[in-house]
């Protein structure tokens, strides 16, 4: 392995890991941001107590994001320095806004969050998570816009003096077709992930701790099970946008997905497909007939091109080559990333029902579901990630610059060897220490609290002295 394989599995090692906190933290914020609206609204202390379980929860998890993400930047410079260059008139500005824009509401209005309690109007206090919330989905449009430069690059123009893409329109590159669908489908995937582990936590103090606060965790379940299902709905029907446009604008990719081999019309949906070892073509298949080509085109009768056919077409557009991603990985990438989804709504639909009618799940069955359930979206969400990237190669932007030549020229694979080492050994440690405080907080279950007074308006003679002359 030479230095470019090495840097690619810690760019891959590095991402996967960031991205098991990202949609967590961004679901959590909403949820958590829902619960405390509900105790706002109502003054029901079932609400508090659940803001105040699930906020530790989620300050535990951006922390642990906000740390991890440092990382990805440095990468860029240390491992991929062609590539900044080529593309930093472009990221340029959407990073930068993300910084300044969505990170500052993040930062700011946490920590007003973390220690406002007793200090702020509750209002104003409640406010607060909903900027923090905000701030999160905004974070994550902007990177979003940046990587569907990379599979669909718009708003540029080549410079061959300086070989470098640069921006010539913002605005496209903020409203990519990509990215406009990308967004949705990703904050679905955030709120499967942050339901999943509201009704997860819910289940298991209903199971293990029976009689203990029955109320409180049935509303946990409730919340959580349903925020899971409408995900999973959100998913299905932005997913299925977003085959499209992958079909208009990245075909290989979609052909991969499939491994559909010859152009078809109509094209088949592979539910099994094995391939020969040098993955040139299918030796045996289950699949649906007509269904990618509705996937891919919106008609059961359309036609969809053929690795083999777009591998013929990319070498008369671009030169010779291999234009192929690794077709096993993009293949079951894809499919892991749809059955751990739907596996997390099977067990979501499972756990409403023992619900029904007042009941209270006791089934040892249902607990260890419950304790599988958190870790099935964090799953779909990592393959569903691998798939994106996978299945973009050769290209790492898609026409106009190979994954080999994003590499930093200078950096040999010792050096790589050696950083990839460091943060392996330090993301395991980080790993232990988020799960064991997860767990921790998770398993002690909901606070005792009183609820903090409501603040009176002040008096213009008790409010503190904010100008003097």
């Known amino acids: 392995m030479d230095a470019l394989d090495w840097a690619r599995w810690q760019f891959g090692i590095t991402t996967v890991y960031h991205f098991l906190f990202v949609p967590l933290t961004i679901g ?23 803001t105040k379980l699930f906020g530790k929860l989620f300050l535990i998890n951006i922390a642990m994001g906000v740390v991890t993400g440092i990382v990805q930047e440095f990468q860029f410079g240390m491992n991929w320095s062609a590539y900044s260059r080529f593309v930093g008139d472009i990221f340029g500005a959407p ?16 920590g007003l969050w973390i220690f406002g309690w007793e200090k702020l109007p509750r209002k104003a206090h409640l406010a607060c998570i909903w900027l923090v919330a905000i701030g999160t989905a905004l974070s994550a449009y902007f990177i979003l816009a940046a990587n569907s430069f990379m599979q669909n690059p718009v708003g540029f123009r080549f410079n061959p003096e300086t070989k470098r893409a640069e921006l010539t329109d913002f605005g496209a590159v903020l409203t990519n077709k990509v990215a406009l669908i990308t967004f949705p489908h990703t904050l679905a995937g955030a709120f499967l992930a942050a339901g999943a582990l509201v009704a997860a936590v819910g289940l298991w103090h209903l199971i293990r701790r029976p009689g203990v606060d029955v109320r409180d965790y049935r509303s946990a379940v409730k919340v959580g099970a349903w925020t899971t299902l409408i ?8 997913g299925d946008i977003q085959g499209k446009i992958m079909t208009e604008v990245q075909p290989m ?9 010859e152009t078809a019309q109509p094209a088949p949906f592979s539910i099994l497909t094995i391939g020969t070892l040098d993955g040139t073509e299918p030796v045996w298949q289950i699949e649906i007939p007509g269904l990618l080509s509705f996937l891919a085109t919106g008609d059961f009768n359309g036609k969809v091109e053929g690795i083999n056919d777009l591998q013929a077409q990319y070498e008369a557009k671009y030169g010779p080559g291999n234009y192929k991603p690794i077709i096993p990985v993009t293949y079951w990438t894809f499919r892991a990333m749809i059955g751990f989804g739907l596996l997390a709504a099977a067990i979501a639909l499972l756990a409403l029902w023992t619900l029904r009618r ?39 932007v ?16 010792g050096s790589v060897i050696t950083s990839l080492s460091v943060y392996t050994a330090l993301y395991g440690i980080l790993a232990v220490v988020e799960v064991g405080l997860l767990l921790k907080y998770a398993k002690a279950g909901l606070p005792d609290v009183v609820a903090p007074p409501e603040k009176p308006p002040l008096d213009d003679e008790d409010r503190p002295l904010a100008f003097a002359y």
Request: charged fraction near 15%; glycine fraction near 6%; aromatic fraction near 12%.
């Open 28 to 50: 959590l914020s909403f949820l958590v941001a829902g619960m405390q609206t509900a105790w706002v609204r109502t003054r029901d202390d079932r609400w508090l107590r659940l």
């Open 253 to 261: 990719k979609m052909a991969a997905a499939e491994a559909l081999y």
């Open 398 to 413: 898609f026409s106009q610059m190979r994954t080999a030549d994003g590499v930093s020229p200078t950096v040999g694979a």
């Open 358 to 396: 007042g009941r209270v799940p006791t089934s040892t069955w249902l607990l260890r579901a419950a304790l599988l359930l958190p870790l099935t979206p964090l799953a779909a969400n990592a393959f569903g990630w691998i798939f994106t990237e996978m299945g973009r190669q050769p290209w790492i």
């Open 231 to 238: 995900a999973t709905a959100a998913i299905l029907l932005t």
């Open 95 to 110: 990073l930068a806004i993300e910084a300044l824009l969505a990170f500052f509401l993040e930062s700011t209005f946490i």
